[in-house]
């Protein structure tokens, strides 16, 4: 029997993190949604402002198709 294996909560603290509210918005929006291709769009903006880190960690929780940990670490994340 397989068993799967669970996404560990964020390790990671994104909670300093500050992005555009539009931009936040979006990820939210398409997270809610499981758009993943929406989604990996506003995880290359999130490249172009720097936040390579919490790009890098998003990208993981898409391959495993975790929504729910993305929409959790989403909401650590305040507005600049």
């Known amino acids: ?29 398409a997270a809610i949604r499981y758009r993943a291709t929406e ?12 936040e390579t880190e919490l790009a890098a960690y998003l990208r993981q929780l898409i391959q495993k198709g ?3 940990a993305i929409q959790a670490v989403l909401n650590q994340i305040g507005t600049a």
């Open 39 to 50: 989604l990996k769009r506003c995880i290359d903006a999130l490249e172009q402002l720097g």
């Open 66 to 68: 975790d929504m729910e």
């Open 1 to 29: 029997e397989y068993k799967y294996a669970k996404t560990p909560r964020s390790p990671l603290d994104f909670s300093k993190v500050k992005l555009p509210a539009e931009l936040l918005l979006q990820m939210k929006e």
